[in-house]
């Protein structure tokens, strides 16, 4: 690990503006991706600036009847919060299928939408890497890409994004709170947080130098069935081959969103629409852009298995 200098902030405006101040300075709180990012130097921050001790910590109901969700509301406490069981139920059922115990019990809402890919050939620096070194190449596109993006990649980049909260969060139309260094705030839809890879697939959100991930807020909750489902190669502490997130109502209609198979939760509005005419027309519309590896082509087989499955469970 590279040396670094290291400060705690008490206000988020304090932290953003050191941020703005120190060139290449990372935030950190529960530190449970970018630890483990430093000590491989694939992450090499000169200056950290620790925001545990900013009041971001706390869940609460919105003037519209959303729940307003603090940007460091560890995973257990968010899974675990009686209105989130209650009205998000996907949400819960997404943050208990991510990681383990323990990790949940560090890691924060802010640093789950941000954590970084887990693509093999990210991590090992002896490998070409558009996402951690601009212009070097991509090795997967020729390497082992079994668990590699099947749609929304470029030939720059076919990782995917490893979040089971920001899939839930997506399907519930969550936004993202933020300030920035000279103080102005703003609500990104997570629609819209995260970047195409295109041929810049280092950029992967929104977020400009130095701007502070607050708060997660989510609009009034949707009734009906609330249904998460996990295909991976283990049955715990293993990322995600596909993943569903389903809201059904009982009169057939609902949302949809899946993990595993993009760089970001892969939700298409239109796709929704499609729900009532069953499985098959809400895979052809998902994946209709799909452009597997020879690799990871089963994961399209998987997806539509899987939507079927959850559908199924849905309608009882």
């Known amino acids: 690990m590279k040396a670094f200098t290291y400060e705690r902030v008490k206000t988020p405006a304090e932290a953003a503006a050191s941020a703005r101040n ?31 001790g900013l ?25 675990a919060d009686a209105t989130v069981r209650r009205d998000y139920g996907v949400l819960s059922r997404a943050l208990v299928a991510g990681a383990s115990g ?38 997967a596109l020729e390497g082992f890409s079994r668990q590699h993006a099947v749609v929304g990649a470029s030939k720059a980049c076919i990782a995917t994004h490893p979040s089971d909260m920001a899939v839930a969060m997506r399907l519930l139309d969550a936004v993202v709170e933020t300030v920035s260094p000279g103080g102005e705030e703003r ?51 293993a990322f995600a081959l596909v993943s569903v997130a389903a809201i059904v109502q009982s009169n057939g209609t609902g949302r949809v969103a899946l993990g595993g198979v993009a760089h970001k939760p892969w939700r298409i509005d239109a796709a929704d629409a499609q729900l009532t005419d069953g499985s098959q027309s809400l895979y052809q519309q998902l994946f209709a852009d799909a452009q597997p590896t020879p690799e990871n082509e089963f994961k399209l087989i998987l997806a539509k298995r899987t939507l079927a499955s959850v559908l199924t469970e849905a309608r009882g």
């Open 22 to 52: 120190k060139p290449g300075a990372k935030f950190i709180a529960g530190g449970t991706n970018l630890l483990d990012l430093m000590k491989l130097e694939i992450e090499t921050p000169p200056h950290l600036i620790d925001v545990n």
């Open 102 to 139: 323990q990790l949940r019990n560090q890691a924060t809402t802010a640093g789950n939408l941000l954590q970084r890919t887990r693509c093999p050939y990210f991590y090992d620096t002896n490998q070409p890497c558009n996402k951690r070194l601009p212009g070097s190449g991509c090795a």
């Open 187 to 237: 609500k990104i839809p997570l629609a819209d947080f995260y970047r195409a890879p295109g041929n810049t697939p280092h950029l992967e959100t929104v977020l400009k130098t130095g701007e502070l991930i607050t708060a997660v807020t989510l609009p009034a909750p949707l009734g009906g069935t609330h249904i998460y489902r996990k295909v991976r190669d283990r049955a715990s502490y």
């Open 55 to 79: 009041a971001l910590d706390k869940i609460e109901p919105t003037n519209d009847g959303g729940l307003r969700i603090g940007a460091l509301v560890r995973n257990t406490d968010l899974a």
